[in-house]
C-alpha cells in the first residue's frame, strides 16, 4: 500500500526558510518520480518541485532559486528546501509520486498517489 507522509511545516516569518520532507513506502521508491505540490486557500493545487527518477529537477517560475528538491533512495525520503520564503508560498504543500512520463509538466493530475499535506504560513 503507497503512503506518502510529509512533514517539516510550520510559520516562518517573511525570508526565512523551511525544509519539508515525505516519507515513503509501499512502493518501489527509486522508479517514481517524486514531486511537491501546494494548495492555497481558494485557489487551485499547482505544481512547485518535481525531481524524475533519474534525478533531473523541474520548478515552478515562482520557486525557482529559492526552492531545491532532492531525494535519498535510500532513506525513500523527498525533501523541499525552501528559503527567502515569501507571504505567497503560504500554503498547504502535498507531495506525489507517479511513474507518469508526463512528470516535467508539474501538473497535478498527471500524479496518482498523494500525501495529506503539511501546512507552511509565511508572516510578512
Known amino acids: 500500500q503507497v503512503q506518502l507522509v510529509e512533514s517539516g511545516g510550520g510559520s516562518v516569518q517573511a525570508g526565512g526558510s523551511l525544509r519539508l520532507s515525505c516519507a515513503a513506502s509501499?512502493?518501489?521508491?527509486?522508479?517514481?518520480?517524486m514531486g511537491w505540490f501546494r494548495q492555497a486557500p481558494g485557489k487551485e493545487r499547482e505544481g512547485v518541485a518535481v525531481?524524475?527518477?533519474?534525478?533531473?529537477?523541474i520548478y515552478a517560475d515562482s520557486v525557482k532559486g529559492r526552492f531545491t528538491i532532492s531525494k535519498d533512495n535510500a532513506k525513500n525520503t523527498l525533501y523541499l528546501q525552501m528559503n527567502s520564503l515569501k507571504a505567497e508560498d503560504t500554503a498547504m504543500y502535498y507531495c506525489a509520486a507517479d511513474q507518469t512520463l508526463r512528470w516535467w509538466l508539474l501538473q497535478p493530475s498527471d500524479f496518482g498517489y498523494w500525501g495529506q499535506g503539511t501546512q507552511v504560513t509565511v508572516s510578512s
Open positions: 509501499g512502493f518501489s521508491y527509486s522508479s517514481y518520480q
Open positions: 525531481i524524475g527518477s533519474y534525478g533531473r529537477a
